[in-house]
């Protein structure tokens, strides 16, 4: 039997197209996550760890519940009678850092002690990271080639104040300068750093671990007062 050579090679070929496209079709789509407020998050894999590419922006607890909003004359942080807050970080770029107007929601919250505290921020299969996962996380970058830039690799290359400096982005995190929340209640320094809680906290000393992005190539990982509010980036469980 003679076999036509032409008819087997186009034959090869469809087989090809077909078992490529369905190749295509069967690629795992990207993680994302909702949390209760219905804000949809991108989603991140670096090394054995899974992260949110935005800052948690949720006004209720995972369990419905509202938070309340933060507004002049409120009490921040009262001790004796705890209450948990949220407000949006300030976006008014009073440095003109961006050439047009920021929405409201850039930065995303900055929530105070209490609601960090509550346990009841994440979304389900998702919890506030600890200075542990941090440290995986600069320690992967370290083995990726980036030792002592750490915390240029996460920044965003674009919108900090020249005094803190661009990031370069370079595996996408997209970390923003959302500044953080004084002991006052007071958003500072929007542009010029950017400040993730942690559930770090020393309740002898009445401190938190802070994760900053600044103005130098390390991450900074330090105590800081309770009082201080900072954003959230979220982690999978």
Known sequence: MKINLKILNLLLLVFLVINCSDDDNNEEPAITVTDVDGNVYQTISLGNQVWMLENLKTTKFNDGTAIAEYSFGNDWHNGSNPVS???????DDLNNVHDQELPFDYYGIMYNHFAIESGKLAPEGWRIPSQ??????????????????????????????????????????????????????????????????????????????????????????????????????????
Do not use: H
């Not at 807050?85 to 976006?91: D, L």
């Not at 300068?177 to 542009?191: D, H």
């Open 85 to 91: 807050y949220y407000q949006w970080a300030n976006t």
């Open 132 to 237: 542990a996962d941090f440290v995986e996380l600069e320690n992967y970058l370290t083995s990726q080639g980036y030792s002592g830039i750490q915390a240029t690799v996460l920044k965003s290359d674009s919108g900090w104040l020249s005094s803190s400096g661009n990031g370069t982005n370079e595996i996408g995190f997209n970390g923003l300068p959302n500044g953080y929340v004084s002991a006052f209640g007071t958003s500072t320094l929007s542009e010029g750093i950017c400040t993730w809680a942690t559930t770090n906290v020393n309740t002898n000393n009445g401190t938190r671990i802070l994760i900053q992005l600044f103005d130098q190539g390390e991450i900074l990982m330090d105590e800081n007062a309770i009082q201080i509010g900072a954003g959230i980036r979220c982690i999978k469980e």
